[in-house]
């Protein structure tokens, strides 16, 4: 989740990256426990997702690189965002919404280009 702000401005370059390991929450999918259980943001207040200033945004990006749910995170995110439109805002999935935005442009280009 990045904020709002970091998207109109342009800034926090930062880059979020964490994979599943053999043992996450992503393995284990068939115990009854949602992804949110799992999730490293939990315990943080939802406004750090949405922070306008650079240090926030890089707080929250540096949370999502080590959530072992992230793409979960990030693959409901761009589904609510393709169903309800102009909902891009905040950090999820360790993405900005510009940079679920391009990745969303990137998908439908190699759709196209198929």
């Known amino acids: 989740m990045v904020g709002s702000a970091d998207v109109m401005s342009g800034t926090a370059d930062v880059e979020c990256g964490a994979v599943d390991g053999p043992d996450t929450p992503s393995t284990r999918r068939g115990n009854g426990l949602g992804w949110r259980d799992w999730a490293a943001?939990?315990?943080?207040?939802?406004?750090?997702?949405f922070s306008s200033d650079r240090a926030g945004q890089q707080l929250a990006c540096s949370i999502c690189a080590a959530c072992p749910?992230?793409?979960?995170?990030?693959?409901?995110?761009?589904?609510?965002e393709d169903r309800i439109k102009n909902t891009s805002a905040g950090i999820f999935g360790g993405l900005r919404a510009?940079?679920?935005?391009?990745?969303?442009?990137?998908?439908?280009q190699a759709t196209l280009t198929r």
């Open 98 to 108: 510009k940079d679920r935005d391009a990745l969303r442009k990137a998908s439908r």
């Open 69 to 80: 749910v992230r793409s979960e995170c990030l693959a409901e995110a761009l589904a609510i």
């Open 41 to 49: 943001c939990r315990d943080h207040s939802p406004g750090l997702w």
